[in-house]
């Protein structure tokens, strides 16, 4: 019975939640954190639907945010300059094929700056993100792996394992092309690398990590003939050694999926930027409560309490 309860009442608590943040005025308090330059707000996206990416922006703009580059980011950060008020900063993590009309037409629609982190591999060789493989149709029933638990081994079993369904299973291209990432780039649209194969890094051997780090920079600078200086960990995974890499790599920031707002305390970690991100298969209500931070700042606090008084 639980079993079935449980899924029902995360559906309730998740269609309520949004309303009891903008009533109880949590949204209200982030908006005036950002409109005293307190915080700036960072927020990521992978591979959203147009309309929910261009309902995220509207709201942005009709709550007079200010839409800032990495490169604005670095600037503040380098030259200890006061926040501006009422920033957001906008990073895509992997370089899916549909961002070229779904993300990247949106932000020259409204001529806003977006960061994308392109992960190399899927885009060279034109198939898909080993995700896909792993969660494929075709195999869940056999499936005994997870990406959950690829995370627990060596890098170099987790390539064996997704090498072995690769031979099994034909994905069409999920990333967008060399000759699209030269098209896109622009005054609105930088790049910035995220490794080559989207490994777990703290997995990978001291040459794997630096190859994986070094080695996308090296390769999209070459795709791209100009600079790659940003970069972003897959799935967020990074340890001290990652940090000394990536600094050593050359990049003059990286990010991370912490769900923080960027703080004057947490700029000063340049190499790990916090993110907030945007869950692509939830509401735009919701959405507008996770890219504010409102959602992160309460959700296990709420649903604790929901669980200890209902299950
Ligand atoms: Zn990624």
Redesign the pocket.
Known sequence: MLTRVKPLLRKIFEFFFPYYLFVTGKIRNVKKASSEGKVILSVFF?NPKKDLFESLIKWFIENHYNFISVDQLYEIYAKDKPFPVNAVLLTV??GWKENKDNLVAVANKYNIPVTI?I?TDPIKNGDGYWVSYLNHKSIQTVKSHSVDSLKKINNSDRVKIIDELKSMISIPREALTIDELKKIQSANISLGA?TIT?PFLVKCTDEEAQHEIKGSRDILENWLGSKVDTF?Y??GNYGDRELALVKAAGYKMAFSTISDYITKESIKGIYKIPRFEVVETASVLENICRMTGAWYEIESKFKKAISKQLL
């Open positions: 992978h993590d992997d982190f992960n995220h989207h972003a897959p799935f």
